[in-house]
Each structure stands twice: as structure tokens, then as C-alpha cells.
């Protein structure tokens, strides 16, 4: 019996030395300027090794996907929270807490939200009653453990033009441009607790800074609560410039907003339109990156935490989307079977010269 004993104790001692990381947490590291969080779901969950580096890193979660409209409602009425609720109970049983993604979408929602049991476009009455069925369902359970929301998900338009909404959205064509209004209402009710922020990508330049500014002018206008913009930081090494994501950081809070930065990456390749053909560069990284790319990623990462750690006023959280290089998105958005090696960490775990080079950033 005693043998038994002490072999399951180096089993045990053994398991937790193998996965015991050896370099500092980011999330202790940074603790007095702002969060950090780190986009997970379920997979990360299954690998050790993986949920080892997001407890040792991050102090907040968002689920990448399972709590979006899709996976969360996929049939009319029938809430499938068993996903989710399985990435939030693991987080918040290790103390980490949750940030909640996404309510609203124009992507990653059921079609039958949009039309009748004749397959006809429902009308404004009815999408407004399924938008509020959805939130309140969604927000009740969650209540208490998630403490914020993207309430609504990129529905700013990305060309200049006279339209600040992307008008090709199916709430935005049944309901009109007022759905904005509409589900922030619905949310502040569903939970007065919660914290409410929109979020979007490409809110660094302009012309979806101003948007977004004059997106929170009607909500307050309307009577709804707004509390923070999640500016995403879906990054290039080169761009947007410093200069143009410190003046939206501004921006927003001299509109007296919390800023979060809610799924930072930066890709090594050049932005390309959606769906583009793969081409020979897109895998040029394939058996790593080069050391001249591995500094410039480093710098950019400096240059970004130099100037969050200047911000730490406004901005409270900073989550990076996705774990390690091998787990981001990015190697199948916006080129399927793209190579890219766009956070902290790379394919084995490890931290790149860009984690120490965000590290140093408070030494300066
Ligand atoms: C992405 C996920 O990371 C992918 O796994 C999924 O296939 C598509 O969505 N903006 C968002 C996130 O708000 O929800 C997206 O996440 C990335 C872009």
C-alpha cells in the first residue's frame, strides 16, 4: 500500500513538474497596469500543456467561439450552454474570470433567426423579440460569472462612404440601423451588473474611430448604457502606425469609455481579402520564422505593451487571440493553410524573443 502511495506521489510530482513553466507570468507581470486574458476554448482546455500556459498567463478569459449566436442557439429556443459552460467553469474554478463574446454578430448565427417556419424573412417585431429572447436567455445564464459583454460584434462599415453601419447585415436589413440601440437596451437589463462594450476590428484608423464614436453617441441617446469599446488588434507588423491606434485609445476616453483590447495578434503577412488563393509566402514561415522577422514581431510587441503601459488609465484588460502560434486563427484567416506565427508563444509553447521583449517593456 505504501508503495502504491508513494509511486502515484512521483506520478503526481512528475505531472506537475512537466508541466510546471519556467518563465514569468504575464499576467503577475503586468497585474498593476491591466489584465491580461487569453481567447480560449475547449481545445485548449484538452491539452494540459495548453491550459497550463493560459492559467500561468492570463487573468481573464474569453471563449473564442462556443458562446457566439451559432453554437450557443442553433435550434430556435434550444440553448446549448454545455461547451461553453465547460471553458467558464474551468477558468473561474482556477480564478481566472470571464469576458463574454459575442451576443450579436452578423457572422457565426443561425439562419433561422432571420427568417419564418416558410423560410420568409421575419419581420422588424420578430427579430427584435428574438434578439431579446436571445440576450436575456444568454446574459440570465451567465449572470455572476461573466462580469462584461461584447454586446454587439462589428457592425461598423470598413469602407469610407456616407454609411457608418454595414448595411448587408441581416438585423441590419429587418430591423434598421436603430438594432444598435435596441440590444444595448436589452442587455443593461438583462444584466445591470455587467459591464457592456461594442467591439470591432480596424477601430485603430479612421474611418471606424469615428464610428464608433458616433455609435456610442446614439446608444446614450437612446437612453442605453455603454460602458467600454473593445478595440480587437487584429495587427501587422508594420500597421496601423502607434500614432493611429494612441489617438483612437484617446479618442475613446475622452468619450469617457473603458478601452479593452480584446483579441490582439500580429500577423507576419501582409493583410489579404478574405477567401485569397494561398500563395508560395503565405507558407514561407513554414519551418519557423526568420530571425530578422523574430526581432521585427519583438519590436512591434514592445512598441504595442509601451504604449498600453502609457494607457493603463483607460485601457483595463488586454487579451491576446488565442494561446500559442500553432492554435491562432490566422493560420486559416484570411488564407486557408497560411503559416503564421502571430503571439507570444510559439508552436511548442514556447515564448519568443517577443515575450521577453514585452516583458522588458516595464524595465524601461
Ligand atoms: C474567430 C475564431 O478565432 C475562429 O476560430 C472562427 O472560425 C471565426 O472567428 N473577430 C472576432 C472573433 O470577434 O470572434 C473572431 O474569432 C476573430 C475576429
Redesign the pocket.
Known amino acids: 500500500m505504501q508503495c502504491v502511495r508513494i509511486l502515484v506521489a512521483v506520478l503526481l510530482m512528475g505531472s506537475v513538474l512537466a508541466t510546471e513553466r519556467q518563465e514569468p507570468s504575464l499576467a503577475q507581470h503586468f497585474a498593476d497596469h491591466f489584465t491580461i486574458g487569453m481567447?480560449v476554448d475547449v481545445a485548449d482546455l484538452r491539452d494540459p500543456a495548453v491550459w497550463d500556459l493560459v492559467l500561468h498567463h492570463a487573468a481573464i478569459i474569453t471563449v473564442?467561439?462556443s458562446m457566439?449566436p451559432s453554437p450557443i442557439q442553433r435550434e430556435p429556443g434550444q440553448f446549448s450552454f454545455a461547451r461553453a459552460n465547460r471553458v467558464v467553469d474551468a477558468a473561474r474554478n482556477a480564478g481566472l474570470k470571464v469576458h463574454g463574446?459575442?451576443l450579436v454578430w452578423h457572422r457565426?448565427t443561425p439562419d433561422w433567426m432571420h427568417v419564418d417556419a416558410q423560410d420568409e424573412r421575419i419581420d422588424r417585431d420578430q427579430a427584435l423579440e428574438r434578439l431579446h429572447r436571445h440576450i436575456s436567455t444568454v446574459m440570465g445564464h451567465y449572470r455572476g460569472r461573466v462580469e462584461s459583454w461584447d454586446v454587439i460584434?462589428?457592425v461598423l462599415a470598413d469602407a469610407p462612404g456616407d454609411e457608418d453601419m454595414r448595411t448587408d447585415a441581416p438585423w441590419y436589413e429587418i430591423i434598421g440601423p436603430d438594432y444598435v440601440e435596441q440590444v444595448f437596451l436589452m442587455a443593461a437589463e438583462a444584466d445591470p451588473d455587467a459591464l457592456l462594450f461594442y467591439?470591432d476590428?480596424n477601430l485603430e484608423t479612421e474611418p471606424k474611430r469615428s464610428r464608433a464614436l458616433r455609435l456610442v453617441e446614439r446608444v446614450r441617446a437612446a437612453g442605453g448604457r455603454i460602458d467600454g469599446i473593445g478595440i480587437?488588434a487584429?495587427l501587422q507588423i508594420d500597421t496601423p502606425s502607434i500614432e493611429d491606434i494612441e489617438a483612437s485609445i484617446r479618442a475613446f476616453a475622452d468619450a469617457g469609455l473603458k478601452v479593452y483590447i480584446t483579441?490582439l495578434d500580429v500577423s507576419v503577412h501582409p493583410w489579404r481579402q478574405p477567401g485569397s488563393e494561398l500563395l508560395p509566402e503565405d507558407r514561407g514561415y513554414e519551418d519557423g520564422l526568420s530571425e530578422e522577422t523574430a526581432q521585427r514581431l519583438a519590436q512591434r510587441y514592445a512598441d504595442l505593451f509601451a504604449l498600453f503601459v502609457r494607457h493603463s488609465d483607460v485601457i483595463e484588460r488586454v487579451t491576446f487571440?488565442?494561446t500559442h502560434d500553432g492554435r491562432s486563427?490566422l493560420n486559416y484567416?484570411p488564407v486557408q493553410d497560411r503559416v503564421d506565427h502571430p503571439l507570444l508563444f510559439d508552436r511548442q509553447l514556447q515564448p519568443k524573443p517577443a515575450f521577453s521583449a514585452v516583458m522588458e517593456v516595464l524595465d524601461r
Open positions: 481567447g473564442e467561439n457566439k463574446h459575442t457565426q460584434n462589428e467591439n476590428y480587437q487584429h483579441e487571440w488565442n486563427w484567416f
